[in-house]
């Protein structure tokens, strides 16, 4: 069984490129050229730089001592919320900006959820001294405030989406829509593992960073490279594939995709995905979609704006879809109680959509494992919501 | 020959109208389809709503939206249409983005195309690879009317490529957009026509998006075999007098 991408775009049944021909020379453009753009020496270089220099790669492993005592386990946490901007995001923008400009692209676009990867998307404009435009759910800019605010700080420009759910499948769309009226100019940074093919895989790649750090990291503290399971949330998925990536095909590590089950699977209010729903296609890739028996995409819910989405990846497709992976749903009063636990446990306040990852340790048989969390961002955009949620 | 190439045969400067399905009422399917058919209109486009639309602009994601609320789906919409051909002849395409489509079944969905006298089909996320697996054989076999969107930044080796395809007509996009952007065309967009009627098609073209008017639909009948007009029609037709709104846009147009 091969997990990564085919050389038509698909992992699997699911992936592919389900664009308008308006979007077809745009992504024509990218496909022909971004593995050999990213494989040049030059662009390695330059992306290694950024990443070390600015957003202060590598990102420690840490031995999670009093979370590992309390459930009995040995827990690593990998520190993505300690990269510049506060998530694993900015990995995947530098790559896509540095990539942009080897294509004389002149203007960015993104979308955001919990504005994370807006913020690293304005980020890296500001830093390379490109014009920025984000689309944001009106839902999101009420929750994700100062998420809102350092975008603009950072001089990028934030047009909500106002349509549907106004969240971030609707910001998604917005941004197609521009991308499809300013197709010469304009490269289109996509924030996580979906889209049409090249963009999962260009994505995992610019995140795989995160494993490729994993490998040595782990080998210095236990006498192998690999651990038994690897904890992630996956909203489209992109901090999951990175931190999956160089394990994919070592069968004895456990991947484990954790999604957000919102007020719980039954209520239907829930981004559970693997879950609840079924083959679709949404964004330009086949996938896993939730979706009503007439193929309308349905409005997913969650706490946390990063993974209000009802697709995911379709790497995660097929790795849920070939039982590689295991996905499991974690609902909004669950997480918020693991945010607050690493909090008091560890000194660490998770975004909540990170927080998601820490609350199945009860659920998995890890006593006395090595166990890796990907501790994808940090707390701050969410104190708000912790605020609201009290209870601590 | 199915209606559309027997209406290309015999007839030049085209007008044909989309519309989305189960808008503004739920049931006004077959009525819009009889006035415009009455009204001296030459094709049809019916739109099968979807949840989210992305080459569309705010006018038929609004048409869509209200449509799923009053609750259109495909197997309503194939209901709807199902005694069509007892009462007009006027070529019929459907046209929409494919997830409803798959979730319907590919085979059924041709099933019902065949059945109900639908002409040919417009889905502009279909790759071209999905429709040779998915539909080629059963639509040269019913001689159904496969139509591909080229656009401005579309290759001219790709337009070659899906002249090779398509049975019916090219869909030639205005410009590098989504639907409903109103302008006069530029003469980028003239040069742009002007070179795909250069690459002598095997088909006739039309030319859409954008065109709201007599003017635009005039201009663009320049280039092309005919024009099609979607967000301006939906905007001027009122559920409470449907029938007075849809004669007096087409009056304005013919
Ligand atoms: C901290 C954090 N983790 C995870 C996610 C979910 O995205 P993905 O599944 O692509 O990692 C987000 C998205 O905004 C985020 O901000």
């Given at each position: 069984?091969?997990?990564?991408?085919?050389?038509?775009?698909?992992?699997?049944?699911?992936?592919?490129?389900?664009?308008?021909?308006?979007?077809?020379?745009?992504?024509?453009?990218?496909?022909?050229?971004?593995?050999?753009?990213?494989?040049?020496?030059?662009?390695?270089?330059?992306?290694?730089?950024?990443?070390?220099?600015?957003?202060?790669?590598?990102?420690?492993?840490?031995?999670?001592?009093?979370?590992?005592?309390?459930?009995?386990?040995?827990?690593?946490?990998?520190?993505?919320?300690?990269?510049?901007?506060?998530?694993?995001?900015?990995?995947?923008?530098?790559?896509?900006?540095?990539?942009?400009?080897?294509?004389?692209?002149?203007?960015?676009?993104?979308?955001?959820?919990?504005?994370?990867?807006?913020?690293?998307?304005?980020?890296?404009?500001?830093?390379?001294?490109?014009?920025?435009?984000?689309?944001?759910?009106?839902?999101?800019?009420?929750?994700?405030?100062?998420?809102?605010?350092?975008?603009?700080?950072?001089?990028?420009?934030?047009?909500?989406?106002?349509?549907?759910?106004?969240?971030?499948?609707?910001?998604?769309?917005?941004?197609?829509?521009?991308?499809?009226?300013?197709?010469?100019?304009?490269?289109?940074?996509?924030?996580?593992?979906?889209?049409?093919?090249?963009?999962?895989?260009?994505?995992?790649?610019?995140?795989?960073?995160?494993?490729?750090?994993?490998?040595?990291?782990?080998?210095?503290?236990?006498?192998?490279?690999?651990?038994?399971?690897?904890?992630?949330?996956?909203?489209?998925?992109?901090?999951?594939?990175?931190?999956?990536?160089?394990?994919?095909?070592?069968?004895?590590?456990?991947?484990?995709?954790?999604?957000?089950?919102?007020?719980?699977?039954?209520?239907?209010?829930?981004?559970?995905?693997?879950?609840?729903?079924?083959?679709?296609?949404?964004?330009?890739?086949?996938?896993?979609?939730?979706?009503?028996?007439?193929?309308?995409?349905?409005?997913?819910?969650?706490?946390?704006?990063?993974?209000?989405?009802?697709?995911?990846?379709?790497?995660?497709?097929?790795?849920?879809?070939?039982?590689?992976?295991?996905?499991?749903s974690v609902d909004d009063n669950d997480a918020m109680n693991a945010g607050l636990e690493l909090s008091r446990l560890e000194g660490i306040i998770p975004a909540i959509e990170t927080a998601h990852a820490f609350a199945v340790f009860d659920r998995l048989e890890i006593k006395n494992r090595v166990v890796v969390v990907n501790l994808s961002g940090r707390g701050d955009k969410d104190l708000e919501t912790y605020i609201k949620w009290g209870k601590y | 020959m199915n209606r559309i190439n027997k209406l290309f045969d015999k007839k030049d400067n085209i007008l044909s109208i989309y519309f989305t399905a189960?808008?503004?009422?739920?049931?006004?399917?077959?009525?819009?389809?009889?006035?415009?058919?009455?009204?001296?209109?030459?094709?049809?486009?019916?739109?099968?709503?979807?949840?989210?639309?992305?080459?569309?602009?705010?006018?038929?994601?609004?048409?869509?939206?209200?449509?799923?609320?009053?609750?259109?789906?495909?197997?309503?919409?194939?209901?709807?249409?199902?005694?069509?051909?007892?009462?007009?002849?006027?070529?019929?395409?459907?046209?929409?983005?494919l997830n409803p489509i798959y979730q319907y079944g590919y085979d059924n969905f041709i099933n019902k195309l065949i059945t109900c006298g639908i002409d040919g089909v417009i889905i502009p996320d279909l790759p071209l690879s999905d429709y040779k697996k998915h539909f080629k054989s059963s639509f040269n076999k019913y001689n159904l009317s496969y139509i591909s969107l080229v656009s401005p930044n579309t290759s001219e080796e790709r337009i070659k490529e899906i002249d090779s395809i398509s049975k019916g007509f090219i869909y030639v996009v205005s410009s590098s957009s989504i639907t409903g952007k109103k302008?006069?065309?530029?003469?980028?967009?003239?040069?742009?026509?002007?070179?795909?009627?250069?690459?002598?098609?095997?088909?006739?073209?039309?030319?859409?998006?954008?065109?709201?008017?007599?003017?635009?639909?005039?201009?663009?009948?320049?280039?092309?075999?005919?024009?099609?007009?979607?967000?301006?029609?939906?905007?001027?037709?009122?559920?409470?007098?449907?029938?007075?709104?849809?004669?007096?846009?087409?009056?304005?147009?013919?």
């Amino acid at each position: 069984m091969k997990y990564n991408v085919n050389d038509k775009g698909f992992y699997g049944d699911f992936g592919g490129a389900y664009i308008p021909e308006m979007l077809y020379s745009n992504i024509d453009e990218l496909n022909k050229n971004y593995l050999s753009i990213i494989e040049e020496d030059s662009f390695s270089k330059k992306f290694n730089y950024y990443l070390k220099k600015y957003v202060g790669r590598p990102t420690p492993l840490y031995y999670a001592k009093r979370l590992s005592e309390k459930y009995n386990s040995k827990i690593y946490l990998k520190r993505e919320d300690l990269c510049h901007t506060g998530a694993h995001k900015i990995n995947n923008t530098i790559g896509q900006i540095l990539l942009a400009k080897e294509l004389n692209k002149k203007k960015i676009i993104a979308e955001t959820g919990a504005g994370q990867h807006g913020v690293a998307t304005a980020t890296v404009c500001a830093l390379m001294g490109m014009k920025c435009v984000i689309y944001m759910g009106e839902v999101d800019i009420e929750r994700q405030r100062p998420n809102v605010e350092r975008m603009k700080i950072l001089g990028a420009e934030i047009r909500p989406a106002i349509s549907g759910s106004k969240t971030l499948k609707d910001a998604t769309n917005e941004a197609m829509r521009h991308w499809i009226n300013n197709p010469d100019d304009t490269h289109y940074i996509i924030g996580s593992v979906v889209g049409p093919h090249p963009y999962p895989d260009m994505v995992a790649r610019f995140q795989s960073v995160i494993s490729e750090e994993v490998l040595y990291q782990l080998d210095e503290v236990e006498d192998r490279n690999y651990p038994d399971y690897i904890l992630a949330c996956v909203g489209g998925g992109s901090n999951a594939a990175g931190i999956f990536y160089h394990y994919l095909d070592n069968k004895k590590v456990k991947l484990i995709g954790i999604e957000a089950g919102g007020m719980g699977i039954e209520t239907k209010k829930s981004a559970a995905t693997t879950t609840l729903g079924n083959k679709g296609i949404l964004h330009g890739s086949k996938t896993l979609l939730m979706q009503d028996k007439n193929g309308q995409v349905t409005e997913p819910y969650s706490i946390s704006a990063g993974l209000d989405y009802p697709g995911i990846g379709p790497l995660h497709a097929h790795l849920f879809d070939s039982k590689r992976g295991k996905y499991i749903s974690v609902d909004d009063n669950d997480a918020m109680n693991a945010g607050l636990e690493l909090s008091r446990l560890e000194g660490i306040i998770p975004a909540i959509e990170t927080a998601h990852a820490f609350a199945v340790f009860d659920r998995l048989e890890i006593k006395n494992r090595v166990v890796v969390v990907n501790l994808s961002g940090r707390g701050d955009k969410d104190l708000e919501t912790y605020i609201k949620w009290g209870k601590y | 020959m199915n209606r559309i190439n027997k209406l290309f045969d015999k007839k030049d400067n085209i007008l044909s109208i989309y519309f989305t399905a189960g808008y503004p009422s739920l049931n006004d399917t077959n009525y819009i389809i009889k006035t415009l058919d009455e009204c001296g209109v030459d094709m049809i486009e019916v739109g099968m709503p979807f949840s989210d639309p992305i080459a569309d602009g705010p006018v038929i994601q609004n048409s869509n939206n209200i449509a799923i609320e009053n609750g259109i789906s495909i197997s309503l919409l194939f209901n709807q249409l199902s005694q069509i051909r007892t009462f007009t002849q006027i070529p019929i395409t459907l046209m929409g983005y494919l997830n409803p489509i798959y979730q319907y079944g590919y085979d059924n969905f041709i099933n019902k195309l065949i059945t109900c006298g639908i002409d040919g089909v417009i889905i502009p996320d279909l790759p071209l690879s999905d429709y040779k697996k998915h539909f080629k054989s059963s639509f040269n076999k019913y001689n159904l009317s496969y139509i591909s969107l080229v656009s401005p930044n579309t290759s001219e080796e790709r337009i070659k490529e899906i002249d090779s395809i398509s049975k019916g007509f090219i869909y030639v996009v205005s410009s590098s957009s989504i639907t409903g952007k109103k302008s006069e065309f530029s003469k980028n967009q003239i040069e742009y026509f002007k070179k795909i009627n250069k690459l002598n098609l095997s088909n006739p073209t039309i030319i859409g998006f954008g065109i709201s008017d007599k003017k635009t639909f005039n201009s663009a009948c320049k280039y092309s075999n005919g024009a099609i007009i979607g967000s301006s029609f939906i905007n001027s037709i009122s559920s409470v007098k449907l029938n007075e709104s849809i004669i007096q846009f087409v009056s304005n147009i013919k």
